[in-house]
């Protein structure tokens, strides 16, 4: 947890701190990842249940508690999946990188670098869906930086070659992160279907 304030405040100092650490996915998850995720979780579970997903003119939709933390378990399941999946996609892009990082390696970052959109599950507080996707556009665009200014350090190659891998694994991530938008609405449509 130390580092999400500087990955928001100084991303390029905290990338080479966090480069040096040498951290394990273990270590990683439980104090890092665990955490972040739950941040959209519980913000979705108190939203669903409490205000409602608002569609606009007046159509909202409540889950029951029950519901809601049953999808909320799946849903957070899916996001640790997905950190897990980006860091499988980073080590098999640098596979031709002479300093190739190991899979633990590539994990660690996938999941620093999926701190932008973690955060902006606070959203999920009040679910307006126009809101929603905002925060999640822009939380994107952050991942997009962070991946930019991260990948140079983290293969140590020059930022041309950089901008090409970043862009290829951010093409990768969007389709990961829309896989999971579809899950999460099936999910939580099949919830509401429930009540």
Same mark, same amino acid.
């Given at each position: 947890m130390n580092h999400v304030w500087g990955l928001l405040a100084h991303?390029?100092?905290?990338?080479?701190?966090?480069?040096?650490?040498?951290? /394990?996915i273990s270590?990683?998850? $439980?104090?890092? !990842?665990? @955490?972040?995720? #739950?941040?959209?979780?519980i913000c979705a579970l108190i939203g669903t249940?409490?205000?409602?997903?608002?569609?606009?003119?007046?159509? /909202?939709i409540t889950?029951?508690? $029950?519901?809601? !933390?049953? @999808?909320?378990? #799946?849903?957070?399941?899916?996001?640790?999946?997905?950190v897990a999946l980006m860091g499988r996609v980073i080590y098999w892009m640098a596979r031709e990188y002479p300093q190739r990082p190991s899979l633990q390696r590539c994990t660690v970052f996938a999941g620093y670098v999926g701190t932008p959109l973690f955060i902006s599950g606070l959203v999920a507080l009040y679910p307006l869906v126009w809101l929603c996707?905002?925060?999640?556009a822009l939380a994107l665009l952050?991942?997009?930086?962070?991946?930019?200014?991260?990948?140079?350090?983290f293969l140590n190659i020059d930022r041309e070659e950089s901008l090409r891998f970043s862009g290829s694994t951010l093409a990768i991530g969007i389709l990961v992160f829309e896989v999971l938008l579809?899950?999460?609405?099936?999910?939580?449509?099949?919830?509401?279907?429930?009540?």
């Open positions: 991303p390029d100092r905290e990338m080479r701190d966090i480069k040096q650490e040498n951290e /394990t270590h990683h998850y $439980t104090h890092h !990842v665990l @955490l972040m995720a #739950l941040i959209p979780v249940t409490q205000i409602g997903w608002d569609f606009g003119a007046r159509h /909202t889950l029951s508690l $029950t519901t809601a !933390v049953g @999808l909320g378990i #799946l849903f957070y399941a899916l996001i640790l999946g997905g996707v905002l925060a999640g952050y991942t997009a930086y962070l991946l930019y200014v991260g990948i140079p350090l579809a899950l999460t609405v099936v999910i939580w449509g099949y919830g509401y279907r429930l009540i």
